[in-house]
């Protein structure tokens, strides 16, 4: 999809990216957002060319992360796996610290005898895998709410609030957007999963004959 024109309150007209996104919606962001100097037509989020920040900061949850050793991110580190869903769940569970492990290794003791009485038709080994994920996406779940308290204007504790502000630039003006949380969207889908998973092992008293 090519890009389009887009009016902006100020009366100038910006092109977008237009790249296709996962809803199959044209992307709104200014075309060679994020790619300054680049003059490309695409966000870089859609093939855009950019030459990046000079840190390797935002490589972090990048297997191949230059300057992270071992090219994974640091233990404890699971924003990528938050950010992106429960599609990842098995990676945020290898990267949580110690004594979270330890956490969710009792809640997945907590749950098993429930899920064996409520679920007996379930083969063990994938009894077991779902307990492990839902226990793991618990602890992801609190992290998407955590980094939602607060506001751009009062902050808690590093959160960044349900709505967050971002600075973007194009043709040398950068102005201030406003959008939704990236957590609020990645919470949402791991309830649903959290619930298909109870519903599975009959871990809920709803689920349960």
């Excluded at 093939?47 to 991110?73: I, R, V």
């Excluded at 003791?109 to 226990?135: G, I, N, Q, Y």
Aim: with cysteine; glycine share 12%.
């Amino acid at each position: 999809m090519s890009a389009e024109k887009t009016g902006d309150a100020a009366g100038r007209y910006t092109d977008i990216c237009g790249a296709s996104n996962r809803n199959d919606e044209p992307c709104s962001l200014p075309a060679g957002w994020g790619t300054p100097g680049s003059g490309g037509s695409r966000c870089k989020f859609h093939g855009g060319a950019s030459t990046g920040p000079s840190d390797t900061e935002h490589l972090a949850e990048n297997d191949f992360a230059e300057g992270n050793a071992g090219g994974g991110a640091p233990e404890g580190n699971t924003n990528a796996e938050i950010h992106g869903g429960f599609g990842d769940w098995e990676k945020a569970y290898d990267r949580l610290d110690e004594e979270t492990r330890a956490f969710v290794d009792a809640m997945i003791s907590d749950m098993r005898e429930t899920a064996k009485e409520h679920a007996p038709d379930v083969p063990e080994e994938r009894r077991e895998r779902l307990l492990k994920e839902k226990a793991t996406l618990s602890v992801m779940w609190n992290r998407t709410a955590a980094d939602m308290l607060g506001t751009p204007e009062d902050p808690v504790d590093g959160a960044r609030g349900i709505v967050i502000r971002e600075e973007r630039e194009h043709n040398g003006d950068t102005y201030t957007v406003e959008k939704a949380n990236p957590a609020w969207e990645a919470g949402h889908s791991l309830t649903v999963r959290k619930r298909k998973i109870a519903e599975e092992l009959g871990l809920w008293p709803g689920f349960q004959e």
